[in-house]
């Protein structure tokens, strides 16, 4: 079983082993470019919460819930 991390401070990054944090920064950077497509104009205003699963795979699931609805989108890297 893969660790798993919920990442909503800056220093919740603190709790990665230090050898992975490569990883987790290279898939919190496609999070918040879904987070910044998803938003647009108000990313910077909308909450943001992520879940790192230290698990070697490359894909990110990103669930938005805005108040209307939950905006599920999966990015997967080769």
Same mark, same amino acid.
């Given at each position: 079983? @893969?660790?798993?991390?919920? &990442? #909503?401070?800056?220093?919740? &990054? *603190?709790?990665?082993? !230090?050898?992975?944090?490569?990883?987790? &920064?290279?898939?919190?950077? *496609?999070?918040? %470019? *879904?987070?910044?497509? !998803?938003?647009? +104009? #108000?990313?910077?205003?909308?909450?943001?919460?992520?879940?790192? !699963?230290? +698990?070697?795979? @490359?894909?990110?699931?990103? +669930?938005?819930?805005? %108040?209307?609805? #939950?905006?599920?989108?999966? #990015?997967?890297?080769?």
């Amino acid at each position: 079983m @893969s660790a798993e991390y919920t &990442l #909503v401070r800056l220093d919740d &990054l *603190l709790a990665i082993p !230090a050898d992975r944090r490569r990883a987790c &920064l290279g898939e919190l950077e *496609l999070a918040l %470019g *879904l987070h910044e497509l !998803a938003f647009g +104009d #108000v990313a910077t205003t909308t909450p943001f919460l992520m879940t790192w !699963a230290d +698990d070697g795979c @490359s894909d990110i699931t990103l +669930d938005i819930n805005n %108040g209307h609805e #939950v905006l599920k989108l999966e #990015v997967f890297k080769p």
